[in-house]
């Protein structure tokens, strides 16, 4: 059984940053894209960030470009998502997600369960 769990959120003042982490288990990391999304109450959850499988490959939301950066570190089967000049437009749940491909183009198939990015003045 596939497993994401989230963890990093919180809350921060404008400008400031957080890093998020998704720890994958239950699959073998290094062989899947990874991506991170957001999610606004009652708003479909959007794209934020996606890595390929070995990391050459990375995509931005043009709303994070510049601010944030997806990583992932395959030998810990964890992904990471650092978050730099956070507005307040940025307050959302964010989640992790795993593709069932080696680059983000095919979707993804696997969910954590979210975590809470608050920011404010």
């Known amino acids: 059984q596939v497993q994401l769990v989230e963890s990093g959120g919180g809350s921060v003042q404008i400008g400031g940053s957080l890093r998020l982490s998704c720890a994958v288990s239950?699959?073998?990391?290094?062989?899947?894209?990874m991506g991170w999304f957001r999610q606004y109450p009652g708003k479909e959850r959007e794209f934020v960030a996606g890595?390929?499988?070995?990391?050459?490959?990375?995509s931005y939301a043009d709303s994070v470009k510049g601010r944030f950066t997806i990583s992932r570190d395959n030998a810990k089967s964890t992904a990471y998502l650092q978050m730099n000049s956070l507005k307040t437009e940025d307050t959302a749940t964010y989640y992790c997600?795993?593709?069932?491909?080696?680059?983000?183009?095919?979707?993804?198939?696997?969910w954590g369960v979210g975590t809470q990015v608050s920011v404010s003045s």
């Open positions: 890595i390929s499988w070995s990391g050459e490959a990375t």
């Open positions: 997600a795993m593709s069932k491909a080696l680059y983000i183009d095919y979707g993804f198939d696997w």
């Open positions: 239950g699959r073998t990391f290094s062989s899947y894209a």
